[in-house]
């Protein structure tokens, strides 16, 4: 079984300032991986993924994550952040190739923007 | 294009109670997943339809639970009775079926409160 391991429960951090999510995923096969972003009272919404290729992948709202197979990680950066990226960010795995697999998320990183 | 829908958005009743949630997904997508989301926690699995069949329903509580999905379009998750730990959002999500990838679409939750 896969799981999903995001080490930071709270993120304060000032705007502008860059900002670095983390979470380290296990599975003994391999996985397809997300990051989501959840604003209150909304369902989550896709930020980026990655499927296969470059380890580098860029979403919306100016977020990146880099896939690192050797330390099975799948950090989520973003440069400058702004007040609205106060939300919480959840990141995910499903089984590869497997069609639609159930996601199985972290617990979660509470992202607080200090003006 | 219109996103997955749910209703109620918030429900609020008394334990031993029935209580059904409603989800229409996104037009065209045959997979539909209903998670549950303790607070402060990711949202986990609950069941997985594919049209109108549950492939996995291993994480549902068949004992009070029960979900349909009639014709291989809307949803309604049901639980009775309602127990005090049922509190939590339930999500519902919809995706295309494909190997490619696996990017689920979410609703905005329905938001339970057992008291």
């Known amino acids: 079984a896969q799981s999903v391991t995001q080490l930071d429960s709270q993120v304060p951090v000032f705007e502008e300032a860059p900002v670095e999510l983390r979470c380290n995923y296990s599975?003994?096969?391999?996985?397809?991986l997300f990051w989501y972003v959840q604003y209150p009272n909304q369902g989550l919404q896709l930020l980026l993924k990655?499927?296969?290729?470059?380890?580098l992948v860029k979403g919306i709202n100016g977020f990146e994550a880099e896939f690192n197979k050797s330390q099975t990680s799948f950090h989520l950066r973003k440069p400058s952040v702004h007040i609205s990226d106060t939300a919480e960010y959840f990141c995910?795995?499903?089984?590869?190739?497997?069609?639609?697999?159930?996601?199985?998320f972290g617990t979660g990183t509470r992202l607080t923007i200090i003006p | 294009e219109a996103g997955v829908v749910q209703s109620p958005r918030y429900k609020i009743i008394e334990k031993k109670q029935p209580v059904a949630f409603w989800c229409n997904p996104i037009?065209?997508?045959?997979?539909l997943y209903w998670y549950r989301q303790n607070l402060g926690q990711g949202p986990e699995l609950l069941i997985r339809?594919?049209?109108?069949?549950?492939?996995?329903d291993s994480q549902l509580p068949k004992d009070r639970f029960s979900a349909e999905r009639l014709k291989g379009v809307d949803s309604t998750l049901k639980i009775q009775p309602a127990e005090l730990g049922d509190s939590a959002v339930y999500l519902c999500?919809?995706?295309?079926?494909?190997?490619?990838?696996?990017?689920?679409?979410f609703g905005p939750g329905t938001r339970l409160t057992v008291t």
């Open positions: 999500a919809s995706s295309l079926n494909r190997l490619e990838t696996n990017e689920q679409y």
């Open positions: 599975s003994s096969v391999s996985v397809y």
């Open positions: 990655y499927l296969s290729g470059s380890t």
């Open positions: 995910a795995v499903s089984l590869l190739g497997f069609g639609n697999e159930k996601l199985t």
């Open positions: 037009s065209g997508h045959n997979t």
């Open positions: 339809y594919e049209n109108e069949e549950a492939v996995d």
